[in-house]
């Protein structure tokens, strides 16, 4: 069973029952368990083409797609020496009831597909980890992991390039969405640094839930941007609102250092590709990119450690105002996605689906 999404109008979305195709050798059918759905798969939806995350799970019809999702899956079939039957692993997954991977450079923790239209891809999104090889998995958290962590490693890839670039010589980071979970651990981790100040944009709607968490130096609705002091500042653009990043730009002006674009929540209102605000370019943040980077210049077993340590002490603040709410079948995990696709769910709640 696959959900699958018309790539060019997101709110048409249907459900195929396409059936096992028989395994070739060397490939492994991966039954999906249970996987978040958040706003930051809207965001895989809205820049599907321009980021190619449509490519991960083609769908079987052009002009329909499977959105990318993260979760745990179990081997339920395998032609693969290295890869048994009963291995639960945790990856990038499509909106289904199970999958084929071509696994290779596997080993006790994790393997790779290989699938030939995998390959230009990012390796990070085509790498699954074995659950029982794991030294940060714990069978309580895997709600937390679904939903937080692929949120939470990429804020802390936003933090760290900021912060390795200086902050772009500004004192102050602007993100707006600022009830989105990638927002609040964005925002968690900006506001650690001394010297700092994070604000969050968000609609009035949110803004007593955003002042409440505590992680932001100050919270302002998308029509206040020109009350705020024009400091020199970072914006870390998650609506991708063309109007809202139109205003931020014309508002800090000269003294805006740096606008970086990492999502689309607001995926009906993002500009268009030719669309040029005042100031400084926009410039997408492509996450693969500072993993690279830093296992370059770090290792990847300090990466791990670095990222581990900050994990421990996000995932513990956010099981305070975190709630889970379940999705289980084809029609609830529609209404999920519609939920969040309409911004009507509520920033604390967190979808953990299954078909």
Not at 134 to 154: A, G, I, K, S, V
Not at 222 to 228: E, F, G, S
Request: proline share 6%; charged share 20%; glycine share 8%.
């Amino acid at each position: 069973m696959d959900f699958e999404v018309n790539r060019t109008d997101l709110q048409q979305t249907r459900i195929v029952n396409p059936g096992p195709a028989p395994l070739g050798e060397g490939e492994v059918r991966l039954r999906v368990d249970r996987f978040a759905l958040t706003t930051n798969n809207i965001t895989y939806a809205v820049y599907g083409e321009a980021m190619q995350y449509w490519n991960f799970f083609p769908a079987a019809e052009p002009g329909w797609g499977r959105v990318p999702v993260w979760g745990f899956a179990d081997v339920a079939e395998s032609r693969c020496d290295d890869v048994g039957v009963g291995v639960r692993v945790y990856g990038y997954l499509p909106m289904s009831s199970d999958f084929v991977v071509t696994p290779g450079k596997a080993d006790g923790s994790a393997f790779s597909d290989m699938s030939p239209h995998r390959q230009a891809m990012a390796g990070p999104y085509n790498r699954y980890v074995r659950t029982a090889g794991d030294p940060m998995y714990t069978p309580e958290r895997e709600d937390h992991q679904m939903l937080l962590w692929p949120l939470f490693f990429t804020s802390f890839l936003i933090d760290d390039a900021i912060d390795d670039a200086g902050f772009f010589g500004a004192t102050s980071v602007v993100v707006s969405s600022a009830s989105s979970k990638t927002a609040i651990v964005a925002a968690f981790l900006l506001h650690r640094r001394p010297g700092i100040e994070v604000v969050g944009l968000t609609s009035e709607a949110n803004r007593e839930f955003v002042e409440q968490l505590g992680c932001y130096t100050r919270v302002v609705t998308y029509d206040q941007v020109n009350t705020l002091d024009v400091h020199p500042a970072v914006f870390v653009d998650i609506a991708g609102n063309s109007a809202v990043r139109d205003a931020v730009h014309r508002h800090y002006g000269e003294r805006l250092m740096y606008s970086m674009i990492v999502g689309g929540t607001h995926w009906d209102q993002v500009p268009s590709a030719n669309a040029e605000p005042v100031g400084p370019s926009p410039q997408f943040f492509f996450a693969p990119a500072q993993i690279t980077k830093r296992n370059a210049e770090w290792g990847h077993a300090v990466l791990d450690q670095r990222v581990g340590a900050a994990w421990e002490q996000f995932v513990s603040w956010a099981s305070v105002w975190v709630e889970f709410n379940y999705a289980i079948g084809a029609d609830a995990v529609e209404r999920a996605y519609r939920e969040l696709l309409g911004g009507r769910a509520h920033p604390r709640v967190g979808y953990i689906c299954s078909l």
